[in-house]
């Protein structure tokens, strides 16, 4: 009987959604859009010379770029693109763009004091081979991120392959990720900045259709930091630094999977959306889990047990 009683709940729930959704489209459609020009104007980008966080340096905005600061770039990644909470240093939008349009996409900004990464290596690495590496260990990290409860995320292969600026110090590749069910692939293109005593990271985030637009200004981003005097990797001193344990291909190699350490819009707009649509149906559902708690303490006074099909 109590499986009949809340299909049927279920069913007039479905049919009510439906009939709301049908009747407020205009006005979701109004509310959606306000919200997210709100959130829009209420972020502060900035331009021209950010000192980061430590004095390791300063970042140099691009022009048709503009900055974040930590504080809103942590809004940003978590609230906004539903991630898991990481320490930033910033995102780097589009001038033309905002953080909630269709083709946007961002980069990101960590530092990573893992000493100096020694380079010898770069020319004699096989990336394909590293690759079907990555791809076995990301099978094994996604255990790790199913029991945090995250989605798993497939490693699909190169979208662009690793490349590194010897005169620069330089490293930047694309990868091409498959969030859980996700129909459109997500681009996680990674640029690492060698440093003294570490390495600067830049993730862009968006999807696989923002990889031309982001190839385009790949150039600009990679001028972007300029290392204080203390911090370049020509500063190293062998007597008294520490060489990371990572090479360049240990950068690229690196288990990210394991951590939370892989961006993307995952969730991205849900919670605006909800703003907008779940207004009309948040009484009946409160009625509805308020008529399961009833039922499930009146079954508990009268030494009733639920099957499991209930």
Do not use: C
């Amino acid at each position: 009987m109590r499986k009949n009683y809340y299909t049927l709940l279920g069913g007039v729930l479905l049919l009510f959604v439906s009939l709301v959704s049908k009747a407020t489209d205009v006005d979701s459609t109004a509310i959606y859009k306000a919200k997210i020009d709100s959130i829009e104007h209420s972020l502060k980008y900035q331009h021209g010379k950010i000192k980061l966080e430590g004095g390791i340096g300063e970042l140099i905005i691009p022009a048709g770029f503009k900055y974040l600061d930590p504080k809103q770039a942590e809004y940003v990644l978590t609230e906004l693109w539903g991630n898991p909470k990481q320490a930033t240093l910033g995102l780097i939008v589009p001038e033309d763009q905002g953080v909630l349009g269709e083709k946007t996409w961002a980069f990101d900004i960590q530092y990573d004091e893992m000493g100096y990464v020694k380079d010898d290596d770069a020319d004699d690495i096989n990336y394909e081979k590293l690759l079907e590496e990555m791809q076995n260990d990301a099978v094994e990290a996604n255990k790790e991120r199913e029991e945090q409860g995250y989605e798993p995320i497939k490693l699909v292969g190169w979208a662009n392959k690793p490349f590194y600026d010897e005169n620069r110090k330089i490293l930047h590749w694309a990868k091409e990720l498959k969030f859980g069910d996700e129909e459109v692939n997500t681009l996680n293109y990674n640029v690492r900045i060698l440093g003294r005593k570490g390495v600067l990271i830049l993730n862009a985030i968006g999807s696989m259709q923002e990889l031309p637009v982001i190839n385009k200004n790949i150039d600009k981003v990679l001028n972007i930091v300029q290392f204080s005097d203390g911090y370049k990797y020509s500063d190293f001193n062998p007597d008294v630094d520490e060489v990371a344990a990572y090479t360049v291909g240990g950068l690229v190699a690196g288990k990210v999977l394991a951590k939370v350490g892989i961006l993307a819009f995952v969730g991205k707009f849900f919670k605006i959306i909800a703003v907008a649509v779940i207004g009309g149906v948040s009484a009946l559902w409160k009625w509805l889990t308020g008529r399961r708690k009833d039922d499930t303490e009146l079954a508990t006074a009268t030494d009733e047990t639920p099957t499991s099909e209930a």
